[in-house]
């Protein structure tokens, strides 16, 4: 192969070792290009992927509120089975202290079942803190059992009235009966566990 005589006097002009080295570091620098593109498509790729699981999870998270929500109304709002007007159960209590009660609740069908208290939300649409005890007792064919009942008056103001849907659960979530326990937040001295139907007996008819 002819080079031209310029281009040979050029390269006999250079250094080896200068080339050489020239040669090193542009292969070096273009190495290093290629392995930032990568980190940067890499880093694309991450960020993308975050924001893709974050959205989900957001989505999921509204969904999942979304449907909690709407079993606490259907709940609240289910008419009870085989039951007459609602029957109360009133209690008071000072505020920052508890309000306490006791009422009986009876089978009344021929065979032994298992039953749940369940308290739906306030009047106001807030959730209620109440507890039972027993929670979920099982009864035999006409067995009786007496269920406490107590709020916590912890948020609750002197003065302040409020009522809440008790709902009697057979143990397939079937809604058997449905009470209502109205509290109220009064001074010192309030009597504790007033039941406004005389001996608070309650059937699950």
């Known amino acids: ?19 050489v080295d020239s040669l090193s570091r542009l292969y070096l620098r273009q190495r290093e290009a290629q392995r930032l ?18 959205d989900r999870e957001e989505r999921l998270s509204a969904e999942r509120s979304l449907v909690q929500e709407t079993l606490r109304q259907l ?34 069908l021929p065979r032994a079942a298992d039953f749940e208290l369940v308290a739906g939300l306030r009047d106001d649409g807030t959730a209620a803190p109440v507890t039972f005890t027993p929670g979920r007792p099982h009864l035999g064919a006409g067995e009786a059992v007496a269920v406490s009942v107590a709020v916590d008056l912890a948020a609750t103001r002197a003065g302040e009235e409020w009522t809440v849907p008790v709902h009697v659960l057979e143990g397939g979530g079937r809604i058997r009966q449905q009470l209502t326990l109205a509290v109220t937040c009064s001074g010192p001295g309030a009597r504790h566990g007033d039941a406004r139907h005389g001996d608070a007996r309650h059937d699950n008819d």
């Open 1 to 19: 192969m002819n080079l031209p005589l310029d281009l040979l006097s050029t390269l006999r002009s250079l250094d080896v070792d200068t080339v």
């Open 75 to 108: 709940l609240a709002q289910s008419a009870p089975a085989r039951t007459a007007a609602p029957r109360d159960i009133a209690v008071a209590g000072p505020p920052g202290g508890r309000a306490s009660g006791e009422f009986e609740l009876r089978n009344t």
């Open 37 to 54: 593109a990568a980190d940067d498509e890499i880093s694309v790729g991450y960020e993308k992927a975050r924001r893709l699981l974050r």
